[in-house]
């Protein structure tokens, strides 16, 4: 589904990132795999090209404005286009409003919607000129609810879908489709926020076999399927959409 495509996606080094970068290289894209961590990104890439496709890893700091410029400048000049945006690196910092500094807010603020809205601008002038493209936001089903004591993470993940909603409406008829994935709890280290404030693994396992309707975690390859529909032309008249991945939980 994705044959020819370039794509480029952030955080991709381990859990939902990873997954992703892999089935859209196994749907036939080249896919330039970054994340914070060098080491990380290079291994999904490894992987990619030892099931036969095309990849490169690269450390990336996506809070790092010029790094981000840098970044799409060598995609572009090395592949000549960016099809596929998935703009997912992120945090997750736990606390209530009293226990969540300032500097903790700016650090989520800064990872959860900042950064998106860089890579974002970085790559709507090129996607415009050769005719569109496909950008997803990994917000969360945080986004499309409220989570009791994560102040910070709630708050941005819901800046992120409706940030999403409003470069959808203002680009749609550029062809450039902008959608956010909200996925629910998926058994990756992502989820040490939600494990401290929960008080603990074995609270953190109650809470998802006794709360989501569907009892049972996320794969990070069912997320991956959702990040397949988004960046191809299955959703090809899909945009604004939080693509909301958790089994029932915000019902």
């Keep these: 589904m994705l044959k020819d495509r370039i794509v480029l996606v952030t955080g991709a080094g381990s859990g939902i990132g990873r997954a992703g970068a892999i089935a859209m290289a196994r749907e036939g894209a080249t896919t330039i795999v970054t994340d914070l961590r060098g080491d990380l990104a290079e291994s999904t890439a490894s992987a990619i090209r030892d099931q036969g496709g095309t990849a490169d890893g690269r450390a990336?700091?996506?809070t790092d404005d010029d790094a981000v410029a840098m970044e799409v400048t060598r995609t572009l000049d090395t592949y000549g286009r960016i099809d596929v945006l998935h703009s997912h690196a992120g945090v997750q910092?736990?606390?209530k409003l009293e226990e969540v500094t300032a500097a903790q807010m700016d650090t989520a603020w800064a990872l959860n919607v900042r950064a998106h809205f860089v890579l974002s601008k970085a790559v709507v002038g090129p996607m415009r000129n050769q005719g569109g493209g496909s950008v997803i936001v990994t917000a969360s089903n945080s986004g499309c609810q409220y989570d009791r004591g994560m102040i910070s993470y709630a708050?941005?993940?819901?800046?992120a879908v409706a940030m999403v909603k409003q470069m959808a409406a203002?680009?749609?008829r550029d062809n450039i489709r902008f959608n956010a994935l909200c996925p629910g709890f998926v058994d990756t280290p992502f989820n040490a926020g939600f494990e401290k404030q929960m008080g603990g693994r074995s609270e953190l396992e109650h809470y998802v076999s006794d709360t989501i309707p569907m009892g049972r975690w996320a794969s990070p390859e069912e997320i991956a399927d959702g990040i397949i529909y988004l960046a191809s032309d299955r959703s090809s008249f899909v945009t604004g959409l939080a693509l909301v991945?958790?089994?029932g939980e915000v019902l």
């Design 60 to 62: 990336l700091d996506v």
């Design 245 to 247: 991945i958790d089994g």
């Design 93 to 95: 910092i736990p606390g």
């Design 170 to 172: 203002d680009y749609a």
């Design 155 to 159: 708050t941005t993940k819901h800046a």
